[in-house]
C-alpha cells in the first residue's frame, strides 16, 4: 500500500532563516506530487503541484519553491523565511493523468516563525 | 476569490443523530467533488467522492449528494459517532487539462463536535 511521509512534524524558525522541508511517497511510481499550506481557520491553499521530475508548477507568487530530484520526492524550500510564511504544511499524492482521483495526504508540517 | 465556500464553521450534533454538512460553488466547470475529514496536527484524510455525473454516492455511513443546477453539494453521516468529530473539508476540481490537471480548491472547513 501507498504511504506519504513528511518531516519535521513541527519547525520554529527564525524570520529570515532558510527552509527545507522533506516529503516522500513509497509505494507507487510517477505520483502526481502537491505541497500545500493551511493557514489558521483557513482552508487549504495549493502552492506547487508536480507531474514528474524536475516538473513544477507554482500556482502563488510567494518566498517558496519547490523541487523534485527523484521520483517519489518533492521538497519544499526557501532561502529567507518571512513571518507571513507561518501555517500548516501539507504534502499530498495522487495517481492518474486522465481522470480525476483522490489527493492522500502526509500529517504536515507545523511551521512558526518568529 | 473562494470558488468552494463552507459557510457553517461549525456543527454540534448528538451522538446517533445524522450530521449535515453543506458546501457551495461558484465555477460550473468544476466536475469531481470530494469529502475530507481532518484530526488536529494530522493530514486530512479522504472520505468520499462523487463525479458530476452522478447525485449521490454512498459508502457505509456517510453519503454525499450533489445538486448541480444550485451549485451545492452536501455530506450526510448517520449516525453520528464521537470520533466523527473533526474538520470537514470538502474540495473541488475542473476536468483534467495541461494547465488545470489535479488541482483542488478547497473550502475553509466545518468543525463537527459529535456530543454523547
Known amino acids: 500500500s501507498q504511504t506519504i511521509h513528511q518531516w519535521p512534524a513541527t519547525l520554529v524558525q527564525p524570520v529570515g532563516s532558510p527552509l527545507s522541508l522533506e516529503c516522500t511517497v513509497e509505494?507507487?511510481?510517477?505520483?502526481?506530487l502537491y505541497w500545500y499550506r493551511q493557514a489558521a481557520g483557513r482552508g487549504l491553499q495549493l502552492l506547487f503541484y508536480s507531474v514528474g521530475i524536475g516538473q513544477i508548477s507554482s500556482e502563488v507568487p510567494q518566498n517558496l519553491s519547490a523541487s523534485r530530484p527523484q521520483d517519489r520526492q518533492f521538497i519544499l524550500s526557501s532561502k529567507k523565511l518571512l513571518l507571513s510564511d507561518s501555517g500548516f504544511y501539507l504534502c499530498?499524492?495522487?495517481?492518474?493523468?486522465?481522470?480525476?482521483?483522490?489527493?492522500?495526504f502526509g500529517d504536515g508540517t507545523r511551521l512558526s516563525i518568529l | 476569490d473562494q470558488q468552494v465556500k463552507q459557510n457553517s464553521p461549525s456543527l454540534s450534533v448528538q451522538e446517533g443523530r445524522i450530521s449535515i454538512l453543506n458546501c457551495d460553488y461558484t465555477?460550473?466547470?468544476?466536475?469531481?467533488f470530494l469529502w475530507y475529514k481532518k484530526y488536529p496536527a494530522e493530514g486530512p484524510t479522504f472520505l468520499i467522492s462523487?463525479?458530476?455525473?452522478?447525485d449521490k454516492n454512498e459508502d457505509g455511513r456517510f453519503t454525499v449528494f450533489l445538486n448541480k443546477s444550485a451549485k451545492h453539494l452536501s455530506l450526510h453521516i448517520v449516525p453520528s459517532q464521537p470520533g466523527d468529530s473533526a474538520v470537514y473539508f470538502c474540495?473541488?476540481?475542473?476536468?483534467?487539462?495541461?494547465?488545470?490537471?489535479?488541482?483542488?480548491?478547497f473550502g475553509a472547513g466545518t468543525q463537527v463536535v459529535v456530543t454523547p
Open positions: 499530498a499524492w495522487s495517481v492518474g493523468r486522465s481522470s480525476n482521483q483522490p489527493q492522500h
Open positions: 509505494g507507487t511510481s510517477n505520483p502526481n
Open positions: 462523487i463525479s458530476s455525473i452522478k
Open positions: 465555477n460550473s466547470m468544476f466536475d469531481y
Open positions: 474540495a473541488a476540481s475542473k476536468p483534467p487539462t495541461t494547465d488545470s490537471w489535479g488541482k483542488l480548491q
